[in-house]
């Protein structure tokens, strides 16, 4: 007899209630009959059909599929970052672009150009809402749209809830997603895990994924910053992280720093469990490590990413070269990543000695 589907009750014990969710929303805009609301996290408010898709799209569920596939032919496979076709160092050519952005401006620069192009027709992003930064999911369909949800916000935010919307109101038919390596997972998930949801998975036609060591709880890294170092979220028109600081830019022109491991206690405990550093179940993977300042590190995965990068490549409206050429390059990507695996390995460890739930 075919087992039945593990079901939202299951969602709620093995990962909300163990503190695992990742607040992505996957569950809830995958839920067809749309009685899941998020509210913080996954909430009930209705008649639950048990059909199983929240918890088979959840990335902290296990999954009995290959969400990656084989490797593309040239492809090299690196046990700390995965798979890639290419590794290299964009910086964005557009002026108000590099204003906006956190750091080469590959990804804003890349979706404008795909927008242009009539490769995508939306993306699903993070940005950030009325609340000072405070993560608003959007899907943008503009120049200014993207804009406005450039730079890293460092705290977690509900990146699928619009998904449902843009395929079912806006009609949109190629959406890219951009999102950390637990959002990619999902994303994943959703076009090809044990129970798909083919209904938005078929629609993302792009998925960037981006580096990321953790996130940190909003109110938490709120009251951190408030006690520590004197600073509202008021006055912040940037946070950074380089060199192991935490970096908060403000508005009179100064700036204030701390070290990354002083804010242990804000990081969100889905987080301490996570080994991918820099999304490898993305089309293309982006961040700060690897190249200098004011560049990005663009790790090309897929043939879907290649294409992507190279309609890049033809607009002109950003300098691409290889990694290779730039310190510390792949290396200092493989020894970030290593740790984060390191960590997490650890932290799995110190759970199972306590007892407590695993993803």
């Known amino acids: 007899m075919e087992a039945k589907p593990k079901v939202f009750g299951h ?26 609301v998020f509210e913080a996290e996954p909430k009930i408010k209705g008649k639950c059909t048990s059909c199983g898709t929240c918890y088979s799209v959840c990335p902290q569920t296990p999954t009995e599929k290959d969400l990656l596939g084989e490797p593309p032919e040239g492809a090299q496979v690196d046990p700390s970052v995965g ?26 620069s890349l979706l404008l150009s795909l927008l242009e192009e009539g490769y995508l027709d939306g993306a699903l992003l993070m940005g950030v809402g009325e609340e000072p930064w405070r993560p608003k999911a959007m899907v943008a369909r503009t120049r200014e749209e993207v804009l406005s949800a450039a730079g890293t916000k460092y705290t977690r935010g509900p990146l699928f809830l619009p998904l449902r919307e843009a395929v079912e109101r806006l009609s949109l038919q190629k959406v890219a997603v951009v999102g950390v390596p637990c959002q990619v997972r999902a994303v994943r998930k959703i076009q090809r895990g044990d129970l798909p949801y ?96 004011g560049r990005s590190t663009v790790l090309v995965r897929t043939a879907r990413g290649r294409e ?11 300098e691409i070269r290889p990694l290779t050429e730039f310190k510390p390059g792949l290396e200092g990507v493989k020894k970030v990543a290593g740790v984060k695996k390191a960590g997490a390995a650890k932290e799995g460890e110190r759970r199972k000695e306590e007892g407590k739930s695993l993803p």
């Open 308 to 318: 992507a990068l190279e309609i890049l490549r033809r607009s002109g409206k950003a």
């Open 198 to 293: 083919p209904k938005l998975g078929e629609r993302i036609r792009l998925v960037i994924g981006l580096f990321c060591m953790e996130s940190f709880h909003h109110e938490k890294l709120g009251d951190f910053l408030r006690e520590k170092l004197g600073v509202t979220f008021e006055e912040v028109v940037k946070f950074d992280i380089k060199k192991g600081k935490f970096i908060c830019r403000l508005r009179d022109g100064q700036s204030k720093e701390i070290e990354v491991k002083a804010l242990h206690d804000c990081v969100n405990p889905s987080c301490t469990l996570c080994t991918d550093f820099t999304s490898e179940l993305a089309d293309l993977s982006v961040g700060a490590v690897g190249s200098p300042l």
């Open 83 to 108: 798979s890639f076709l290419e590794a290299l160092s964009v910086r964005s050519l557009d002026e108000e672009v590099l204003k906006r952005c956190q750091d080469g401006g590959a990804v804003s």
């Open 11 to 36: 969602l709620l014990k093995e990962v909300v209630r163990a503190n695992l969710c990742a607040g992505c929303a996957a569950c809830v805009a995958c839920c067809d009959p749309g009685v899941l």
